[in-house]
């Protein structure tokens, strides 16, 4: 196919600009947490980041069959002095793709004539969701149950059979990518020879071996130890989250079809997109985090309806959670795409993946690079958006070092709550994890103050901060999980008189009500994860995402203060590394 640029020079200088595409540094070449590592790390960190550009490679190609050739068409037109090429790369770079929603919700797509397509790299290009679903109807009547459960299974790729555009195949993708899982399994395979932990090495080895063999079993192996883990030096790891595919959870909208899966007990789970991340753990900041640990089971004892079903932490069982914060040094594939934005911190694995079954754990990572307001500028846009939303008797009340301790909050909340079943809820599922994470961690505000965890006043502080953060700058698309959420929120909020927003704009937040009400909305998305029903969490979404005026009015104020549509981020040792062998 012959690509050529989408977006004009004007549009590319425009989203290439200091204002509009905003800067997340990781660490750099002299930064004092690489160079006061042992030898064998920092050696070893050279072959992890190479191992995280392979899995990048690999998410590209699970994003669209077009990533990779219309990389290579810029870099090769880049060589010839195209300035719209450059800067469209610089783009590509930052959102890892051709398609990407920014942050006002608007779909870039880079490359002229190509059109988004909810099946991403996973499904053929030319599969409509209708065909999709007359196929896996005709497939199950005729009894061809094993290969629906493997087209609707969360590690394959599906493609048109080579003899008849009418069948389908699904492809387990570490052997679809074989060769490049191959090339990424010695790399970790020598980072285990040269890094000082025991334990990180022998999960580097399990990783490894779940690269050379399709077999989700092994994925499991590795994700224990690595859950595991709570004194390393370093962080490697490999994300696999099913937030991105739309086109699998359509087939439980088509109700012939949804009745043939659940007669015939076949689970739908959405396609992994593949990340991975390279970091340096914190010692200052991990210990911080670890404080929480102790109160998980007080927060499972008081989760809504916990005697209903079986949730990841226990009020009564050890506590098989692993928390680290860390110094990034690289974010590559999934973890890494800035898509709007880009993630704080991750809960990983999901409920869907085999480790959970076999006695592993969870492990939260916590990203310091994209959590801290350093520069200047960006304080000053902080503090004007605070003038311009908060009403003022609430700023003495905002304190963005807390949106920390809510982050912590919202990644222990995925930890509790229904441990299974959610996946009925289709493409409603995420949205409601995410509210319901949220909720978790603004409801069990004070439990946590009354155990000691918070002061009054930081558990004040964590409000306010939550309430003024929430408030977005455009209306998202469905598929935007994180923001989908955060609408609701503000309407649920909203109608229970816990906030308020003023005819000309400001945010006031009636600061004894907010818990209550988040206790109240947490107990209805239990019920809803509960039911394992679709329709009942397609209702609930559509009750509360609610886009109304007095957001919107925020929203046209915010718009104004800030000129951001998307991110990059900058990272200098990961490209030092990446040529260096130390």
């Not at 905003?22 to 006061?36: A, Q």
């Not at 801290?372 to 958006?385: P, V, W």
Request: hydrophobic share 35%; charged share 30%.
């Amino acid at each position: 196919m012959k690509y050529e640029c989408n977006l004009d020079l004007d549009e590319l200088k425009k989203r290439t600009s200091k204002d509009c595409l905003v800067t997340k540094k990781m660490l750099d070449v002299d930064s004092p947490e690489f160079n006061n590592l042992a030898d064998g790390d920092k050696n070893a960190l050279s072959y992890l980041v190479k191992a995280a550009r392979i899995i990048e490679k690999i998410n590209m190609e699970l994003d669209s069959c077009h990533n990779l050739p219309f990389k290579k068409y810029l870099e090769d037109e880049i060589k010839k002095g195209d300035e719209r090429a450059k800067l469209t790369k610089i783009l590509f770079d930052a959102q890892k793709g051709i398609f990407s929603l920014d942050c006002e919700s608007n779909m870039v797509i880079l490359a002229k004539e190509l059109e988004f397509k909810g099946g991403r790299g996973f499904y053929p290009e030319d599969l409509t969701v209708e065909k999709f679903h007359n196929i896996l109807i005709k497939y199950i009547k005729d009894g061809k149950i094993e290969l629906v459960r493997k087209i609707l299974n969360q590690r394959s790729v599906i493609e048109w059979d080579k003899e008849s555009k009418e069948e389908l195949v699904a492809i387990d993708y570490v052997d679809k990518f074989s060769e490049d899982f191959k090339n990424a399994a010695e790399l970790l395979l020598r980072a285990s020879c040269l890094s000082t932990n025991i334990d990180f090495n022998e999960y580097l080895r399990l990783q490894a071996q779940a690269f050379l063999v399709a077999d989700p079993m092994l994925d499991a192996y590795a994700d224990r130890k690595w859950a595991k883990m709570q004194d390393t030096p370093l962080e490697f790891t490999i994300t696999r989250e099913n937030y991105s595919d739309t086109m699998t959870e359509t087939v439980l909208e088509n109700e012939e079809l949804k009745n043939l899966l659940d007669k015939n007990n076949i689970e739908v789970i959405s396609k992994d997109y593949l990340g991975a991340r390279v970091g340096i753990v914190n010692k200052e900041g991990t210990d911080y985090i670890l404080k929480v640990k102790e109160y998980l089971p007080l927060m499972a004892k008081n989760m809504p309806y916990n005697d209903e079903y079986q949730q990841v932490i226990s009020d009564k069982n050890e506590i098989s959670q692993t928390m680290v914060d860390v110094d990034l040094v690289d974010v590559a594939g999934d973890v890494g795409a800035f898509r709007a934005g880009i993630t704080l911190a991750e809960n990983l694995p999901n409920n869907d993946k085999l480790s959970l079954t076999i006695g592993g754990g969870r492990r939260n990572v916590y990203h310091r690079q994209i959590r801290f307001i350093t520069s200047e500028d960006a304080k000053q846009k902080l503090q004007e958006r605070l003038d311009n939303i908060l009403d003022k008797n609430f700023h003495k009340f905002y304190d963005d070092k807390m949106d920390h301790p809510f982050t912590i909050g919202h990644e222990n909340g995925h930890s509790l709550g229904p441990k299974e079943g959610t996946e009925a809820l289709g493409k409603y599922k995420s949205i409601i994890e995410e509210n319901k994470a949220d909720m978790v961690s603004l409801s069990m505000l004070d439990v946590l103050t009354d155990a000691g965890l918070y002061t009054k006043e930081e558990r004040n502080k964590i409000i306010v901060t939550y309430a003024a953060d929430n408030m977005l700058k455009s209306k998202p698309e469905l598929s935007q999980a994180h923001r989908v959420r955060s609408v609701m929120q503000n309407y649920y909020f909203i109608l229970n008189k816990a906030i308020s927003i003023s005819s000309d704009g400001f945010l006031s937040i009636d600061i004894e009500k907010m818990v209550p009400t988040a206790q109240k909305m947490l107990s209805e998305i239990i019920k809803v994860q509960l039911s394992k029903d679709f329709s009942a969490g397609e209702k609930y979404v559509n009750d509360y995402f609610v886009w109304t005026d007095e957001m919107e009015l925020i929203s046209q104020k915010l718009k104004k203060i800030s000129k951001r549509l998307n991110g990059t981020t900058e990272q200098k040792l990961a490209e030092y590394l990446l040529k260096e062998e130390l």
